[in-house]
């Protein structure tokens, strides 16, 4: 958390905001977050460049500046918002972009997991790790039922811990994971190779579907996640499993369990979703 759609709301909120600003200041309270450049270097760098565009791979936002790239990943709890307040940072603003019309963006993150790469132009960034080593989009040519069942052909894992992995596919976390393998009536600890045709075609299917609609209702907010100061997502209001640990099983009545899947907290129905022996 934060997955694709939360990422996606983050990307789509801030193009409105910044794109065609100049940033004329950088502040970094924490330097571990930046992994390619002391942050001295980072703040240099980036002090005359305007943002020319924001657009997302999996869970990574990209700044395209007049003559780099920022790769920006959230983690667990990374969060932005931007404003023209004059007030103090907060303690868990960890990194701060002041631009010309004297607006700030500044990233938040009280767990500070979150990472910040800058590359240089000209760079094919899509080819750069980490992006270089994601799946397909959800939404890509390649993500298909063919691809999928190839894919799984190959692995004998759980499938939940094989969609977490960003190769078959980019951009699901553990809750979306929950939702799709639910939708698709596939028990989160069945072995990849088990799986038949048309679990990888609801895989696919299912997958598309969930996330743009989680797309549509900004994101899901469990615990911390929020945009635009402040402002929530609704998809937590539709989910099917994932947190429903005791309710009753929306197509069944059975209660909803909850196991642990390489080491991930795993909701699931035990009668739509049976495990296989």
């Known amino acids: 958390m934060p997955e694709l759609p939360e990422v996606e709301t983050v990307k789509r909120t801030l193009s409105t ?4 600003l100049t940033i004329k200041n950088v502040f970094v309270q924490v330097e571990k977050m930046i992994k390619t450049d002391s942050s001295t270097e980072f703040k240099m760098k980036l002090i005359g460049q305007k943002v020319i565009d924001i657009t997302r791979r999996g869970k990574h936002l990209i700044f395209e500046l007049d003559d780099y790239f920022i790769l920006s990943h959230l983690r667990m709890e990374g969060k932005y918002f931007f404003g023209d307040e ?14 010309d019309n004297g607006g700030k963006l500044r990233y938040e993150d009280t767990r500070k997991f979150g990472t910040f790469h800058l590359y240089e132009k000209p760079v094919d960034i899509q080819t750069t790790k980490p992006l270089a080593i994601l799946g397909p989009e959800p939404w890509s040519d390649e993500f298909n039922p063919d691809s999928v069942q190839a ?11 094989l969609l977490l992995a960003q190769k078959m596919v980019t951009g699901l976390g553990n809750i979306y994971v929950d939702e799709v393998l639910f939708a ?3 028990h989160p600890m069945k072995k990849s190779g088990d799986l038949t045709r048309t679990d990888a075609e609801n895989v696919v299917k299912y997958t598309q579907e969930i996330l743009a609609k989680a797309i549509t209702y900004k994101g899901t907010t469990i615990q911390t996640f ?18 429903r640990k005791g309710e009753p099983c929306p197509r069944c009545e059975t209660p909803v369990s909850k196991t642990k899947v390489g080491g991930r907290g795993t909701y699931y129905c035990a009668t739509c979703q049976p495990e296989v022996t």
Request: charged share 15%; aromatic share 12%.
């Open 151 to 161: 894919f799984l052909a190959k692995k004998h894992m759980p499938i939940k811990s």
């Open 184 to 186: 698709s009536n596939i």
């Open 86 to 99: 004059a007030g103090a940072r907060d303690k868990h603003v960890h990194v701060e972009f002041v631009f």
């Open 226 to 243: 929020s945009y635009a100061h402040g402002s929530t997502g609704e998809f937590q209001n539709f989910l099917q499993v994932h947190t």
């Open 17 to 20: 905001q910044i794109v065609g």
